[in-house]
């Protein structure tokens, strides 16, 4: 319920937004369409960025996790690390240097930003995994591979979804500065907005970012609920 209220309040704001345009600058910038594609664009970059560094991140993690592997977990955690200390914008410069304007700088400057929470949490979890439950899968004949799937992962599932969560809000709050390489998303109503002394159109973009954000954690929350269904629910603040 409370995912349908986020959803209409973003609705009735950007409604009332367009049909009180003030200025014909205004009634340019703020139409239903430029709204609309403004927004797919953020989720598109968002769901890119964040897939990719679940991707990474989590097999990157269990891989470390491993026993004759932990011994890398401090510098490669450490190389994660530098690309969520840089701020953003600076990530976004960098690679546009190497990658030039557009899609491509944009999601993997994401994925850069993005990656250390679900690194961490994934070695963080399956490291944690009480040693005495591995030990009787083992006793159980377990192989490996089968306890990975069958124990480690699913108890370290809490774990690893708030690294997600976390990413995929990093991801939200940190796409807007996507337009600054001409990639689209809301970050273009906000600076728009800035630019030109609009402030309902920057208030568009910035309503419509942080019910994104929302959003997509409740969305998350949901796939977690999904994965731990022995857990109670965390409910983000």
């Known amino acids: ?140 004949g377990m192989r490996p591979v089968r306890i990975l799937q069958r124990v480690e992962l699913p108890l370290a599932a809490p774990v690893i979804m708030a690294g997600v969560r976390t990413a995929v809000v990093v991801n939200v709050g940190t796409a807007p500065l996507a337009t600054f390489v001409a990639a689209g998303g809301l970050g273009d109503l906000i600076v728009t907005g800035i630019s030109l002394n609009r402030m309902s159109v920057l208030m568009v973009g910035a309503t419509l970012t942080a019910i994104l954000a929302l959003v997509l954690d409740r969305a998350a929350g949901w796939v977690e609920q999904r994965l731990t269904p022995w857990r109670k629910p965390v409910v983000s603040t």
């Open 1 to 140: 319920m409370s995912v349908l209220l986020l959803i209409l309040l973003g609705v009735t704001i950007s409604v009332g937004a367009v049909e009180s345009a003030t200025d014909a600058i205004v009634r340019d910038y703020l139409t239903y369409q430029r709204i609309l594609d403004a927004l797919l664009r953020h989720l598109q970059l968002v769901v890119a960025g964040t897939a990719l560094a679940v991707g990474v991140g989590v097999g990157v993690g269990v891989l470390l996790s491993r026993p004759a592997l932990r011994r890398w977990a401090g510098p490669v955690v450490a190389v994660a690390n530098v690309g969520q200390s840089v701020p953003s914008l600076a990530v976004l410069a960098l690679f546009m240097g190497l990658l030039g304007l557009g899609w491509k700088t944009a999601i993997f400057a994401l994925w850069v930003y993005s990656l250390l929470p679900v690194l961490h949490n994934t070695y963080t979890g399956l490291t944690g995994v009480d040693s005495r439950v591995l030990d009787a899968a083992r006793g159980m």
